[in-house]
């Protein structure tokens, strides 16, 4: 939960005499991205306007500056006593234990968080850290907040009010009156009437652009990818982000690879649609990408890892036969009779002398790099 990247570890209690403050970087983000965002929300995820029309902010500067109290006097774990240390820099870093707090670091005084939650002056730093958290945990925007994103990364960028609605409402109450059970939540994203009925696939605000490394995981899993030499190399993947502008916990912000909210310019948003994704699909990333999948389909010298494409040789013979094969393999069926055809097209217009692997090839490579490999619906 602390980073050093949002600078809350290590983190003081302020110092008159010195002119320090509490660092306000987690405190603020904790807020705005992980929990309870920026403006009031409906208990379906659309904004809550004031008087005038306008967004009602959720917390203020003032609450920032109070809610980063509670996260000061935790530092790196030491083997030395904390009880009575004052300071959390002094400790070395330490990436295998827990966290440890240093009581004189800590806040003691009242804090005053969102939503009216005043945690009293004197309590232990567990204590506040409960407090703020249950703040969080229970302030009426969490469950619609959470609920929408995790929509937007499960099945579809642009959300129905009424979806949020049904999502959050799970976060509300799993069904046994319990509060924040996730695997009740995404058990209800993924079983939901938007998520699984074919009447919302001609829904243009339906669906999403596959993020590039899932697009890459997806093509692994899909042909038992296994490495060429029987095991994998420290440098197998390397760098993977180089190519598809994303490696696994390698975000380079608090923001994440891409924005919730990110708008792409031109139709979609003439029609009032978010496009996150689109948001590290530059003119370079688009050719990277597809490239990076060729990489691995197409194998040259010695790949990080083989692709088994035997059950695609059987099919080569018959292009008609392997598409519809494809189609359910990458597209989850998905595929417009356009598409289809056009691949089947170029499948069929390869040279007589094409082996049966190339021809798999071909067709994987096609497949994946068509919109309806690209997306998700």
Known sequence: MFTENLSSLRDAKADPVAGTRPDENYAREVMQLFTVGLSLLQPDGTLKLDVTGLPIPTYDQ?????MAKVFTGFGFFTTKTITGATNPRASAPDYINPMALYPGSHDLTQKNLLNGVVLPAGQTAAADLKGALDALFNHPNTAPFVAKQLIQRLVTSNPSPAYVYRVAQKFENNGAGVRGDLAAVVRAILTDYEARSPAVLPDIAFGKLKEPLLRTTALLRAFNAAPAGGRYSAGSFANPDVNLDQAALRSPTVFNFFHPGYVLPGNLAAAGLVAPEYEITDATFAIDV??????????GGTPPATLDLSAEQALAITPAAQLDHLNLLLCAGNMPPATRDRIIT???????STSALERAETAVLLVMTSPAGATQK
């Open 62 to 66: 003032a609450t920032i500056t109070e």
């Open 290 to 299: 597809p490239n990076y999948l060729r990489n691995f389909i197409f194998p």
């Open 346 to 352: 170029a499948l069929n217009a390869l040279s007589g």
